[in-house]
């Protein structure tokens, strides 16, 4: 990869990282107080929904831009040496790659975003200082394994099925998809994969917000999951908003580039989603077409206000 693709891999990560997760942070604060131990209104409910913003806001750009420089440069390696039907294989394991190197970054942002997202009457810098001094860096890594075990398989199951849509749905009209048949693909995938995942997701919450010293806290997911099962049942393990796509923005190249695609990031840690991330967020750059910006996303988040949001 060319200097200059990584740098504009890079910004253009970042800018997309950090509009994504600020827009959609009320989303991220009402999944995480759904899946915290002691439930959603003791959590806090719909007060104080920015609660560990300023988290979010610092690390946001570097997590976003460490995946996608990362994802651009291993998948300029891969593109060398496969063909074309192994081009999905290629895009899960760049994003693989991408998803183990941003975590380094995400999970202690994450961990400090979502500890003051359930105690909003606690400032983001107090938890940040409370935590380095109870519990040292460790602390601030928490979480990252049960991060990279939820992260990977997303990107498992969204590549594929992404890909697949649109090959499907360009064999059907005769040409390649729009951006829009792109983005409607993408929400479709990624709806799905947050599904499928979102065990994952609530263990790694647990185990954030987990009291230092106990079972939970030690990180094992397995024990996470077990422990979800015996108190609360599957609607435990599925505890998340509706399922809400983001938009897409798009500027390919050439027809065979295909659009930049902004995941939906709705059971994200991290990406995002973190918000997904964080909830999460993968997109598929093209380097030398510059960046558009992203829709409007206002109707998302218009059911912040509904209790019938609620799963």
């Known amino acids: 990869m060319e200097p200059r693709e990584s740098w ?5 990560g970042g800018i997309a990282g950090v509009f994504v997760d600020l827009i959609l942070f009320p989303l991220d604060t009402v999944k995480t107080r759904l899946q915290s131990p002691q439930g959603f209104r003791k959590a806090g409910g719909f007060r104080g929904i920015y609660a560990g913003v300023p988290s979010t806001a610092i690390g946001s750009f570097p997590n976003a831009a460490a995946f996608f420089i990362t994802y651009e440069n291993v998948k300029s390696v891969l ?39 359930v ?4 400032g983001t810098f107090r938890i940040l200082s409370h935590t380095l001094y109870h519990e040292g860096i ?3 890594y928490r979480g990252y394994k049960s991060t990279v075990l939820r992260e990977i398989p997303f990107s498992l199951v969204q590549f594929p099925l992404w890909e697949f849509l649109k090959d499907l749905w360009s064999w059907k009209q005769g040409h390649v998809v729009d951006s829009w048949q792109s983005a409607v693909c993408g929400a479709f995938a990624g709806g799905f994969a947050a599904a499928v995942t979102t065990p994952l997701d609530v263990a790694k919450t647990r185990i954030m917000l987990a009291k230092a010293g106990s079972t939970t806290a030690s990180g ?13 049942g599957l609607p435990g393990l599925q505890a998340r908003p509706l399922p809400v796509p983001c938009r897409t923005c798009s500027a390919p190249s050439t027809p ?15 990406r995002g989603c973190s918000a997904h991330s964080s909830a999460l967020i993968l997109l598929e ?22 209790p019938a949001c609620l799963p």
């Open 8 to 12: 504009a891999a890079l910004a253009a």
């Open 79 to 117: 593109h060398h040496d496969s063909t074309s039907y192994l081009t999905p294989v290629t895009h899960m394991v760049a994003a693989s790659f991408g998803e183990v190197v941003a975590c380094l970054i995400r999970v202690p942002s994450e961990v400090v975003k979502q500890r003051a997202q």
């Open 119 to 122: 105690s909003p009457s606690a």
């Open 138 to 140: 460790q602390g601030l």
């Open 220 to 232: 094992n997911v397995l024990a996470a999951l077990g422990g979800i099962w015996r108190t609360q």
């Open 256 to 270: 065979q580039e295909g659009p930049v695609l902004v995941q939906q990031q709705q059971a994200s840690g991290e």
């Open 285 to 306: 750059m093209t380097l030398s077409s510059g960046i558009t910006r992203e829709e409007d996303v206002k109707n998302t988040l218009q059911c912040f206000s509904s």
